[in-house]
């Protein structure tokens, strides 16, 4: 993201503000800000006496002030790190005095995750003239797998398109958990060297032959053998392969096809843009428009959404996950 590196290249340059309010849905930048923060504007000895983490759930604004308001003791700074800061929501803007009047050898760096300040409000505007502040936006499924791509270039990996689908498949949009399963690859590969699903099986345990990916494959090339050989791995690994995961894939890949037998243009450029695909994937879309006529679609989704109520409890009590695969494999064929 442009913005956490202009933060970092600023921090790195000795351009440090007095606050960092760091807000938003995805608190995967939040900790990554937040973290450098503490690693980089104080030394290793700097820090046993002028760096502080308070939590949320266990202080006030108040408190937070009034630890702000210390001078560092042998420093230039001291950083607050204030965690979890959207448990003080209802008194947050309560801090707007202080970011009128900021101490200037202090580092205070704000939390706030899964909420945002109001804009109308003195606190935002305050931050905004004095300070940092950071809106971390939580990503689109669409866009993790490029995500990848561009985390492990920076790091100096290369990644085939198959394999950025199996990770958002297998571990969805959580940009932690994913970045959490790529430290385990970083440890075992090394530089330069393309990640492979082979790779991925290997080191973080994801089947590169029975997994939702495959299994979309193969029902868009109508390889009934193959789908009944993944869906009998799904039933006797339920655990691993939850049903309405499954079943939301399926749907999303429908949708996407009923939107493919509506366009005009076929061309590689507006297949990608219109239905937001990698263009790797294009072919399996070209494939499965020919195995299934768009009333064949319309009436499978129609069916995957009934399918997905039954997965939940909805209209149907005690069905198996073994029950809802054999019925998905009839809806489809």
Same mark, same amino acid.
């Given at each position: 993201?442009?913005?956490?590196?202009?933060?970092?290249?600023?921090?790195?340059?000795?351009?440090?503000?007095?606050?960092?309010?760091?807000?938003?849905?995805?608190?995967?930048?939040?900790?990554?800000?937040?973290?450098?923060?503490?690693?980089?504007?104080?030394?290793?000895?700097?820090?046993?006496?002028?760096?502080?983490?308070?939590?949320?759930?266990?202080?006030?604004?108040?408190?937070?002030?009034?630890?702000?308001?210390?001078?560092?003791?042998?420093? #230039?700074?001291?950083?607050?790190?204030?965690?979890?800061?959207?448990?003080?929501?209802?008194?947050?803007?309560?801090?707007?005095?202080?970011?009128?009047?900021?101490?200037?050898?202090?580092?205070?760096?704000?939390?706030?995750?899964?909420?945002?300040?109001?804009?109308?409000?003195?606190?935002?505007?305050?931050?905004?003239?004095?300070?940092?502040?950071? #809106?971390?936006?939580?990503?689109?499924?669409?866009?993790?797998?490029?995500?990848?791509?561009?985390?492990?270039?920076?790091?100096?990996?290369?990644?085939?398109?198959?394999?950025?689908?199996?990770?958002?498949?297998?571990?969805?949009?959580?940009?932690?958990?994913?970045?959490?399963?790529?430290?385990?690859?970083?440890?075992?590969?090394?530089?330069?060297? #393309?990640?492979?699903? #082979?790779?991925?099986?290997?080191?973080?345990?994801?089947?590169?032959?029975?997994?939702?990916?495959?299994?979309?494959?193969?029902?868009?090339?109508?390889?009934?053998?193959?789908?009944?050989?993944?869906?009998?791995?799904?039933?006797?690994?339920?655990?691993?392969?939850?049903?309405?995961?499954?079943?939301?894939?399926?749907?999303?890949?429908?949708?996407?096809?009923?939107?493919?037998?509506?366009?005009?243009?076929?061309?590689?450029?507006?297949?990608?843009?219109?239905?937001?695909?990698?263009?790797?994937?294009?072919?399996?879309?070209?494939?499965?428009?020919?195995?299934?006529?768009?009333?064949?679609?319309?009436?499978?989704?129609?069916?995957?959404?009934?399918?997905?109520?039954?997965?939940?409890?909805?209209?149907?009590?005690?069905?198996?996950?073994?029950?809802?695969?054999?019925?998905?494999?009839?809806?489809?064929?």
């Amino acid at each position: 993201m442009k913005e956490v590196k202009q933060i970092v290249s600023a921090i790195k340059a000795g351009d440090i503000k007095p606050i960092y309010f760091l807000m938003g849905d995805e608190p995967y930048y939040i900790d990554k800000i937040a973290d450098f923060i503490a690693q980089n504007v104080l030394t290793e000895e700097e820090r046993g006496f002028n760096q502080m983490v308070v939590y949320g759930k266990e202080t006030s604004v108040d408190e937070i002030v009034s630890h702000a308001k210390r001078y560092p003791m042998m420093a #230039e700074h001291q950083v607050l790190v204030v965690k979890e800061a959207q448990h003080l929501s209802r008194n947050i803007e309560q801090l707007t005095s202080y970011c009128q009047n900021l101490q200037p050898t202090t580092v205070l760096v704000v939390c706030y995750k899964y909420k945002k300040l109001d804009k109308r409000k003195k606190l935002y505007k305050s931050v905004v003239q004095s300070g940092v502040l950071f #809106e971390s936006k939580k990503l689109y499924e669409n866009q993790i797998a490029d995500w990848i791509r561009r985390v492990l270039s920076g790091k100096g990996y290369g990644i085939s398109p198959k394999s950025s689908a199996m990770l958002v498949e297998y571990l969805g949009t959580d940009l932690s958990k994913i970045d959490n399963e790529l430290q385990k690859l970083y440890l075992s590969i090394e530089k330069g060297q #393309e990640i492979t699903p #082979e790779l991925i099986e290997k080191h973080i345990g994801i089947s590169k032959d029975y997994n939702n990916f495959e299994l979309k494959k193969a029902i868009a090339e109508r390889n009934i053998s193959k789908t009944s050989h993944i869906i009998r791995y799904f039933s006797q690994n339920p655990k691993d392969n939850p049903f309405v995961v499954t079943v939301t894939l399926l749907h999303t890949f429908f949708s996407q096809l009923l939107q493919y037998h509506g366009l005009n243009d076929h061309s590689s450029k507006s297949v990608s843009q219109s239905l937001g695909i990698n263009p790797y994937f294009i072919g399996e879309y070209q494939i499965a428009a020919k195995n299934y006529p768009m009333k064949r679609v319309s009436k499978i989704i129609s069916g995957l959404r009934e399918l997905d109520l039954k997965g939940k409890g909805l209209g149907a009590q005690n069905i198996s996950q073994d029950d809802l695969l054999k019925e998905l494999l009839g809806l489809i064929y």
